[in-house]
Structure formats: structure tokens, C-alpha cells
């Protein structure tokens, strides 16, 4: 634990060089892979099919159907105003 405090002070801040998100994506993307032979291959149409859903949820509105995280209930005691509704898109 001695050397947490001596790579702190060489450089900078965790969030500067943190590699947590780098690794996650990382995460997502190993188990895209299905060929040994051709691994790009099968990276290339992951993305590529992640990219279109994406595509298909943003120019038909369709970011609750098409989900992949399991559905959010309702809070008891939430306050929604109508003139707030179209952050739902942006934050779900």
C-alpha cells in the first residue's frame, strides 16, 4: 500500500490516468469474441450490431424496448413534471 501514495504524487490525480473504463469496455468486448481464428472479425460484428441498435434506439425513440437493463419501477412519492419528461431519454 506504500507505493499508492508515491504514484499519487507522480501523476496526479486517479482520475487523470485511471484505466477502469478502458478495462470495462475491454470487458464487454471478450466475450464478442467467438472465433480464435478470427477474432477482428467477430470484434467488427459486435460493434457493428451494437452501433445499429444504438442507431435503431435513438431515430425511433425505442430506448425502453429495445433496453437490455431489466425495468426500472416507479418510486413511491416521485414528483414528475410534465415539462421534465424528455430528460427520461437523456438519464435512462
Known sequence: LLHITLSI???G????YWAFAMERYCGMLQPAI???CFPYASLDHHITKVAQI???K???N???ELSLKPPQGTVAGL???LSCMW????LY
Request: proline share 4%; aromatic share 12%; hydrophobic share 40%.
Open 58 to 60: 435513438i431515430i425511433y
Open 34 to 36: 467467438h472465433s480464435r
Open 9 to 11: 504524487r507522480a501523476a
Open 87 to 90: 430528460l427520461d431519454n437523456l
Open 54 to 56: 444504438t442507431q435503431i
Open 79 to 81: 414528483f414528475r413534471d
Open 13 to 16: 490525480p486517479v482520475w487523470c
Open 62 to 64: 425505442a430506448h425502453t
